[in-house]
């Protein structure tokens, strides 16, 4: 499988992307906001765009679908059973378990994600690279918030019983890259957290690029995974006044999502 991830420069900090067969060189557009960028990626990469996929209906992933669509000539555009009405030029639908073909030899199973919307799939690759293409559902080292149709408690389900089970080697690609604020926000809560400390530092030492992790790395740095971390738990309780001395998993989860909204 072979991965473009296209950093669009623009104020959403917006990550597009293509994925091609390495034998045909057919590629799938995932959320082409910048469509112009892509098709140029995709010219220069020698790929032919023959479909595109939305994670979910909000402008800054599907505002790109008509003009790659008129550019390359890719013929279907999906997206979530749920979003047919929201995305334009929309003409099929995913739901849970469907595979999509990419040329001879790629493979994504789509997996149904509520929570930042309640029409959001993530796109997970079980090939020769294990690789999760998660939209706005989970970023490196974050969440997603639940203001424009979501809901935390449905995003705390899709993390719990379905990217909790994912393996630890699988690659994370975001809709966006939010990944220095989140180690801010991480560091914020668990002060001690090591790793995401040595992270922020060599991010800024970091001169081009941009740092791919995986769920290994997600467990170490990423507080919605880190729901039984004693420092992260004290934290909350002092924050939101809190009296019990034991809170669940899922009013950790809640709560994060809630200081994370205003921070």
């Not at 073909?101 to 294990?130: F, N, Q, W, Y």
């Not at 559902?137 to 935390?152: D, I, K, R, V």
């Not at 393996?167 to 604020?181: C, Q, S």
């Not at 740092?211 to 420092?231: G, H, M, P, S």
């Amino acid at each position: 499988m072979l991965v473009e991830q296209i950093w669009t420069g623009n104020e959403w900090r917006n990550f597009n992307y293509l994925i091609a067969c390495p034998e045909t060189g057919e590629a799938l557009a995932v959320d082409p906001l910048e469509h112009q960028m892509c098709y140029d990626a995709a010219k220069n990469r020698g790929w032919e765009i023959t479909n595109i996929v939305n994670t979910h209906e909000h402008g800054d992933h599907t505002g790109g679908n008509i003009g790659l669509k008129e550019l390359s000539g890719a013929k279907i555009i999906m997206a979530h059973e749920a979003a047919k009405n929201k995305i334009p030029a929309m003409n099929k639908s995913l739901k849970a378990g469907d595979i999509i073909k990419i040329g001879k030899s790629i493979e994504l199973e789509v997996l149904d994600t509520p929570g930042h919307t309640m029409a959001h799939v993530c796109l997970l690759s079980r090939g020769d690279t294990s690789a999760l293409f998660s939209g706005d559902t989970l970023f490196n080292a974050g969440a997603g918030n639940c203001h424009n149709g979501g809901h935390p408690e449905k995003l705390y389900e899709t993390f719990i019983n379905q990217l909790n089970k994912l393996d630890l080697k699988t690659l994370i690609y975001p809709g966006h890259d939010y990944l220095e604020n989140n180690l801010k926000f991480t560091l914020s809560i668990e002060p001690n957290n090591i790793k995401a400390k040595n992270l922020l530092f060599s991010l800024k030492e970091k001169k081009s690029g941009f740092l791919v992790t995986d769920f290994a790395t997600e467990y170490e740095i990423n507080t919605f995974f880190r729901l039984e971390n004693k420092q992260i738990i004290e934290e909350l309780i002092k924050k939101f006044g809190r009296l019990e001395k034991t809170i669940s998993k899922k009013d950790v989860f809640l709560m994060l999502r809630e200081l994370r909204n205003s921070w």
